[in-house]
């Protein structure tokens, strides 16, 4: 497998977080090599506390710029030519790395896959998709947030995406596909969503008809398909609720001196419960329907968890997650 | 205070339950007087059992029909004249009930208010709006589901009418609104909500730009905005995520014996926690614009959670929100 090209210099923290989590990244899967991209002192000098067997596998990629979290897409594209972000995903354009991975802005990340490597034939705009935890295995839903709307036709071809990475990359047999929704019955629901469950049905895909947002988490569907607006609604509606309800928890086992006794004591079983359902261990959302893996990680990822997002990946690259979707995308193409 | 109009037929569970969370309304608070909607002999059955202070504040009123949770919009408006539905938003109408609760079909509910009890001047579509419990106090969300989508213009309404349940019904001075979207930046997000940030921005609200799906719990703002399509979405997903975390507490917590234990001692540390975050407290899904009050409750909601939302419809009638909606849009039509 070709090196993974990481963007350590993007996110909501200090670049050194980034290049921890690359370095976990790399001692925690053996096989691994990475291209660690941005400002070359500050990565040699945490290369040099590593052992060689792990450093070997690593190299520097300088790059003099950093797309900002506030940058607008089409600056980035324009002005940010010699970015970590943009010289990441050039590596995969260019054939030196199999993926790339970064914790910057969504939209400029978005918009420079799309720019430097183009989308595959039949596809007409990259989605978002994320494992997230279910009541059974886990829920990989798209798009969440790569684009901020979609036509039925780009619903449909996010279902087909979909479909290949729970089977191809999580081994789900027949994935089952819904389609998120207000309500499950059929005439629920606008009109673009309408049109792509007129175009689904007949698909051959394995769709169920529409869901609701509470079945992303019921383990009833293995993929759930939206549009970026709604999708990255629904996720960091999750996070929110999540982050609520652990406050409300540790609140509560504060309050007095039994609270805090019956804390400790149910320590191990929260922490058992938590670990379950951790964010930080399905980090990693890879951009389907480019020519190459593109994966976002969260801006908000800490070096756990962004090595979580490079071994998502690597997974999708071992996987041959691209040209898989490549071929499903130019059959069902040339089957229309 | 004119009765509550009270569909006891409509929902997921036996009309039973619905009587049962009327009931339980009436003992709770002594100043309110029900219409109780639907099969008169099950009704009057029940209300045998109550101690005659409670039950003389009940009146039965017949209904012959019933909406089920599939029927179409206008099915319901067309053949379901006599639903207990129907009925129990014709008292409303017809000035014998100041308001009313149905725990039935969102989209029927919806048709049937608007077509019997029309919106207010100034208001084009009516919006459901309910409180989310967040890190301080809560939140005031609309629209959940009234509607599958939302013009710029009808969000503008959407948020003074957030602003006026928050401020009248619920006591914030001056609530703080957000319009939901997929990041906080002001070039963020599809044409609706760019055209709505333009016209919030000059309206006089307090309007505090875009929040992004976990702002819906941090405390940071009082009322979010959004279409019925994506709060639907997110309000299910709040759902899901929160049966998710219990599910996986629960079953931690009988893993061996010790966890066994270790739940009974942090029982009652738990309970408190649920107790805060528990959908049954924030029951009742307030339909604001309209000509009357018209709660909708969750349909499966159980007795408490309905006299929950009964309460709801009585706090907004005593509070005076159709006047003060009515006055707020008026004076900002007029000022337009």
Redesign the interface.
Known sequence: MLPIAIDVMSGDHEPREYVDGALRALSEDPELRALLVGEPRLISAALATLPAAVRERASVVAATQVVTM?E?PREAIRHKKDSSMRVAVDQVHGGQASGCVSAGN??ALTAIAHFVLRTLPGVERAAIISAI???HGLTHMLDL?AN??ATPEQLRQFAAMGAIVARDVYGVATPRIGL?N??E?D????EVVQAAHALLTPSGLNYVGFV???????GDVDVVV?D???G??????????????A???R???Q?SLF?R???L??R???R??AA??DPRRYNGACMVGLTGIVVKSHGRADGIAFARAIGTAALAVRRGLTSHIAQALHAQGAAN
């Open positions: 506030q607008k969504t939209g935890p279910a009541a947030g901020t709307k998120l207000i309500g019955e005439m629920k629901g606008h609701e947002g509470d079945d992303i988490f019921s939206t970026g607006f709604t990255n609604v629904a996720l960091k509606t999750m996070e929110g609720v999540a982050g609520l309800i406050d409300r928890l609140r509560e086992f309050v609270d006794l019956a804390g004591i149910a191990p079983v929260l058992r419960a379950g359902l």
